[in-house]
Every structure is written in structure tokens, then in C-alpha cells.
């Protein structure tokens, strides 16, 4: 008896131990789901969460939203492909490449039990599907019936007017009429509800190229000039 319960004794111990060496995300992680398109997908690896951003493993994600994937063991590069979209991303890096443009990550890729994490949002996005997160039930919800390429002119605007608002929600873009081409030229305009300057004041051209969803903005003093994937609505380099 007094065997016995040293041993219970010894075995709580080690349990109240463990508890303690663990650190907290590592439980707060065990849980998350990750459906696309209301189906939920398999992985063999759990997801982990990395400054609040849901890492998933790369060829289950890559290969559901219908891209090849190949990995180089010598650079630790992760190289996606789908139709004339490419996209790479390396291990530990704090930007990745698509269609050989710069992004800056949130959260780089990593090796976590043998196999290689991904950051789920940006890679999901960038395949043109879109990204929810359900805190109650711990699920990251997929849906590829988002924005896709090649836009539509009605799309790009959408996409432009979003971006825009979120810098300033006076600033919207106009599309001419009669745009038959493949690459598009709006304007960026200021609505201006105080007295200032002129109501709808035209401050910069934004020209699009429908194939790829990048928008290449540019001030009309010349100030400024960025480069803009509608997909994922962020600046790329």
C-alpha cells in the first residue's frame, strides 16, 4: 500500500511537472480546424498558431486549392504553382514571392515534427479564396469562391475602392468607360467633404493588370508609387 501510493504520489509529480514545462500555446493550439469549402481538411500535423496567425502544413493546403508544391531541402524553399501563379516561400523568411513580386509575411514558415507549416491566410489568398476565422469553434473556414484571376473591371474597382478606404475613406477610384484591354486605368480621386479643395479632386492614376490582380498606383505629384496585389489587398515589392 505505502508502495503503491508513493507511486501515485511520484506519478502526480511528474503530470503537475509536465503541465508546468509545457508552454500554454502549445495546448491552446490542439483543436484548430481547417475546412475549404465546407469540407474539413486533412493533415497529419496539427496546426499551430504563431503571433495570432494559423500555420497549416504546406501540401495539404497548396495541393486542396489546386496547386503542385515542391520543396528544395538544400535552400528550405517551398515553391507552389497553379495555372501562370507562382508563389515561394522559405523556411524562417519574413517575405515571400508571388509571381516573382516581394510580400511581406506576418509570420514566416517553419518545420514543426518533420513537416513544413505554412502560413494558411496568406497562401489561401493568394490562391485567390478567401479566409474566416470562427472563434467559437477554433476553425479556419476557406471559401474559394472569392476574388479570382484575371478580374473583371467591376472587381478590380471593388477590390481598389476596399484597399483605398482603408488608408483613407475619402479616397475611392473611377474606372472609364469603354476599357477593353487587359490592363485598365482608374482614377484615384478624393471626395473631400470639407472646404479645402474641390469635391471628387483627382490625385492619382491606378493602372491594373487584369491577369495577375497587380495595381500599380502613382500620385499625380509624383509623391508616391506602389504596387498593389488585389488578391490579397496588400503592397508588394
Not at 46 to 52: A, K, L, M, T, W
Not at 166 to 178: C, D
Amino acid at each position: 500500500m505505502k508502495r503503491f501510493s508513493a507511486f501515485l504520489i511520484c506519478l502526480l509529480f511528474i503530470m503537475a511537472s509536465g503541465l508546468a514545462i509545457f508552454p500554454a500555446h502549445v495546448f491552446a493550439q490542439r483543436g484548430i480546424r481547417v475546412t475549404v469549402d465546407g469540407t474539413p481538411l486533412s493533415l497529419d500535423v496539427e496546426p499551430v498558431i504563431r503571433n495570432g496567425r494559423t500555420l497549416v502544413p504546406m501540401r495539404a493546403i497548396f495541393e486542396r486549392l489546386g496547386a503542385t508544391v515542391d520543396w528544395n531541402a538544400g535552400t528550405g524553399t517551398i515553391t507552389a504553382r497553379r495555372s501562370n501563379q507562382t508563389i515561394q516561400l522559405t523556411i524562417g523568411s519574413a517575405t515571400a514571392s508571388v509571381d516573382g513580386r516581394r510580400v511581406n509575411l506576418d509570420v514566416p514558415a517553419e518545420i514543426v515534427s518533420n513537416r513544413t507549416l505554412v502560413p494558411v491566410r496568406f497562401v489561401s489568398e493568394a490562391l485567390g479564396a478567401r479566409v474566416d476565422w470562427a472563434a467559437d469553434t477554433q476553425t479556419v473556414i476557406i471559401s474559394q469562391g472569392g476574388v479570382s484571376l484575371p478580374l473583371s473591371v467591376q472587381e478590380a474597382e471593388s477590390r481598389l475602392n476596399e484597399y483605398f478606404r482603408g488608408i483613407n475613406p475619402e479616397l475611392f477610384v473611377m474606372a472609364p468607360s469603354n476599357q477593353s484591354s487587359n490592363t485598365v486605368r482608374f482614377e484615384r480621386r478624393f471626395r473631400n467633404t470639407g472646404n479645402r479643395y474641390s469635391p471628387n479632386r483627382l490625385v492619382g492614376i491606378v493602372t491594373v493588370d487584369l491577369s495577375t490582380g497587380i495595381a500599380i498606383s502613382e500620385s499625380i505629384d509624383g509623391s508616391d508609387r506602389v504596387h498593389i496585389n488585389l488578391i490579397t489587398l496588400q503592397v508588394v515589392r
